[in-house]
């Protein structure tokens, strides 16, 4: 297995066990959360060496975080202690229609003050990086720090993923979260948008414009998400895929459901398998993050990736 790469912010995500307005609520269940944690721990459950790097707080949360990861046999190696800022968290609603209530407390993280020297060993040994949009709008330094490892893995020769995982509330304009994100998306091999992101990122509407953009600015591949629709693939030699999604899906939390697709498209291209194969994996991942409550409870191990797969992609056949 391919050694693999990912950093980012990672919070505590205290989840309400009952519906209502979240000032009501008494019990709460502890998830570790993030869009990069999600992926390393899908990544791992595939039987990847799969590496994260980040800073937490030197508190009861960084520790819950650290334990957390490293039981799903993420590698920690890169993961940092900050004496002075603590960990960040987020509170969430419960709720069986619509999107939840979440609030953030996180302007304050220690991921904010990650430092920007050693950026360079990390990349040893490394086969790929995958980053997303996050670290880029959070603050200047982590905006620093996710283009350095970007630039870094290319020097190093490795494959590189990015995600956009837009936050347009964190960046201070759009004009410049559409600037930052297409920098960010040009040092990249695969780019992985939802249909609204890749809209919102290049003005143009139908998957295939889209995807040329990109393209065109040296991209190697674009997989668009098109939500319960499926998955749109092309590359730079006019390849092009579309596979549905999975039907009748008991959608029981839709966070998570991106990075999950992220898992399964990421996993299957290192491994060297065609278009369909690609986004029939990641169309099923990204269906069975959403079967769950947690961000990650719904991430497969192999055997049951299979499982699933033959399952439902049988029945659309």
Same mark, same amino acid.
């Given at each position: 297995?391919?050694?693999?790469?990912?950093?980012?912010?990672?919070? +505590? !995500?205290? &989840?309400?066990?009952?519906?209502?307005?979240? *000032?009501?609520? !008494?019990?709460?269940?502890?998830?570790?959360?993030?869009?990069?944690? @999600?992926?390393?721990?899908? !990544? %791992?459950?595939?039987?990847?060496?799969?590496?994260?790097?980040?800073?937490?707080?030197?508190?009861?949360?960084?520790?819950?975080?650290?334990? %957390?990861?490293?039981?799903?046999?993420?590698?920690?190696?890169?993961?940092?202690?900050?004496?002075?800022? =603590?960990?960040?968290?987020?509170?969430?609603?419960?709720?069986?229609?619509?999107?939840?209530?979440?609030?953030?407390?996180?302007?304050?993280a220690?991921?904010?003050?990650? =430092?920007?020297?050693?950026?360079?060993?990390?990349?040893?040994?490394?086969?790929?990086?995958?980053?997303?949009g996050?670290? /880029? *709008?959070?603050?200047?330094?982590?905006?620093?720090?996710?283009?350095? !490892?970007?630039?870094?893995?290319?020097?190093?020769?490795?494959?590189?993923?990015?995600?956009?995982?837009?936050?347009p @509330?964190?960046?201070?304009?759009?004009?410049?979260?559409?600037? +930052? &994100?297409?920098? %960010?998306?040009?040092?990249?091999?695969w780019?992985? #948008?939802?249909?609204?992101?890749?809209? /919102?990122?290049?003005?143009?509407?139908?998957?295939e414009?889209?995807?040329?953009?990109?393209?065109?600015?040296? +991209?190697?591949? +674009?997989?668009?998400?098109?939500?319960?629709?499926?998955?749109?693939?092309?590359?730079?030699?006019?390849?092009?895929?579309?596979? =549905?999604?999975?039907?009748?899906?008991?959608?029981?939390?839709?966070?998570?459901? $991106?990075?999950?697709? %992220?898992?399964?498209?990421?996993?299957?291209?290192?491994?060297?398998?065609?278009?369909?194969? &690609?986004?029939?994996? $990641? @169309?099923?991942?990204g269906?069975?993050?959403?079967?769950? #409550?947690?961000?990650?409870?719904?991430? #497969?191990?192999?055997?049951? /990736?299979? *499982?699933? /797969?033959?399952?439902?992609?049988?029945?659309?056949?």
């Open positions: 297995m391919k050694r693999f790469l990912t950093f980012g912010e990672p919070m +505590v !995500m205290f &989840t309400a066990q009952s519906e209502g307005d979240l *000032a009501d609520q !008494m019990v709460f269940r502890k998830f570790v959360a993030g869009a990069e944690t @999600n992926v390393a721990t899908g !990544m %791992a459950r595939l039987g990847y060496d799969s590496y994260f790097a980040s800073r937490v707080g030197k508190d009861s949360l960084g520790r819950y975080i650290r334990k %957390a990861l490293a039981q799903e046999g993420i590698k920690m190696n890169f993961v940092s202690e900050d004496d002075t800022w =603590p960990t960040g968290f987020q509170m969430k609603s419960h709720t069986t229609h619509g999107d939840p209530e979440v609030e953030y407390f996180r302007e304050f220690a991921f904010r003050h990650i =430092p920007l020297q050693g950026i360079a060993n990390m990349m040893v040994g490394m086969d790929h990086l995958h980053a997303t996050i670290p /880029l *709008a959070l603050c200047e330094n982590t905006r620093q720090y996710g283009l350095k !490892m970007m630039t870094e893995a290319r020097k190093a020769g490795m494959s590189i993923s990015f995600d956009p995982n837009l936050r @509330n964190l960046w201070p304009s759009k004009k410049e979260m559409i600037r +930052v &994100t297409n920098e %960010a998306a040009a040092l990249s091999d780019f992985l #948008p939802g249909i609204h992101e890749g809209q /919102l990122l290049t003005g143009l509407q139908d998957p414009a889209i995807a040329d953009f990109y393209l065109q600015r040296g +991209v190697k591949l +674009v997989i668009i998400k098109l939500g319960s629709q499926g998955a749109f693939f092309k590359d730079s030699k006019g390849h092009f895929e579309i596979v =549905p999604g999975v039907p009748n899906v008991q959608v029981v939390d839709t966070v998570g459901a $991106g990075d999950g697709f %992220a898992v399964g498209a990421i996993s299957a291209l290192l491994e060297g398998l065609d278009e369909k194969a &690609t986004l029939q994996r $990641g @169309n099923a991942i269906s069975l993050a959403v079967q769950f #409550p947690g961000d990650s409870d719904g991430l #497969p191990s192999r055997p049951a /990736l299979y *499982a699933y /797969l033959q399952k439902v992609y049988a029945k659309i056949a």
